[in-house]
């Protein structure tokens, strides 16, 4: 019985998949998406004061040809750890979609919390990764993503990172 439930919800999602990965991925198309690599933490030291990180992404895209878009990103960053500071960055990136994967390249700009901590004030980014959309329905994806960054500052070569994001779509 488990075995039939799991290939009957297996076969829904493929047909779901299908339609929407031959569908929402046309020219004229928006995509609007978040992700986050998960990385909300509170700490509380002994004086009881609550410290926090939050990270978070959002994504504004259109598609210019079928399977192909190009958008905007923002990202925002705030922590209470050591001190208060918050930090917004905004972008640009391209996407391009087969079946249900997608490659991702970006470029971002503003400032920065690296590692959620350290602050880089005027930083750029270079944003390289890959991604899968699982279909919830005809317009919404949630999308498990691999993304490594080049992080650059007053053009010099401070790093680079690689997450694991979640995130979702939402394919109008």
Not at 25 to 42: A, C, H, I, V, W
Not at 97 to 108: Q, V
């Amino acid at each position: 019985i488990f075995t039939i439930i799991l290939l009957l919800i297996f076969t829904s999602i493929s047909t779901s998949a299908q339609w929407t990965a031959t569908n929402s991925n046309k020219e004229g198309r928006f995509m609007l998406g978040t992700n986050t690599n998960l990385n909300y933490s509170t700490l509380t030291p002994e004086d009881g004061e609550s410290q926090s990180i939050l990270l978070l992404n959002g994504l504004l895209g259109y598609f210019i040809s079928n399977n192909f878009s190009c958008g905007i990103s923002l990202s925002h960053a705030s922590k209470t750890i050591l001190s208060d500071e918050s930090s917004t960055g905004y972008g640009g990136f391209l996407r391009y979609y087969s079946e249900n994967f997608y490659s991702h390249l970006g470029y971002n700009m503003g400032d920065y919390l690296y590692l959620g901590v350290l602050p880089i004030e005027e930083y750029d980014g270079i944003d390289l990764g890959f991604g899968y959309c699982v279909w919830i329905g005809n317009h919404i994806s949630f999308e498990p993503s691999v993304l490594y960054t080049i992080l650059r500052s007053d053009g010099d070569f401070i790093g680079n990172k690689l997450d694991f994001q979640i995130g979702f779509g939402v394919y109008l």
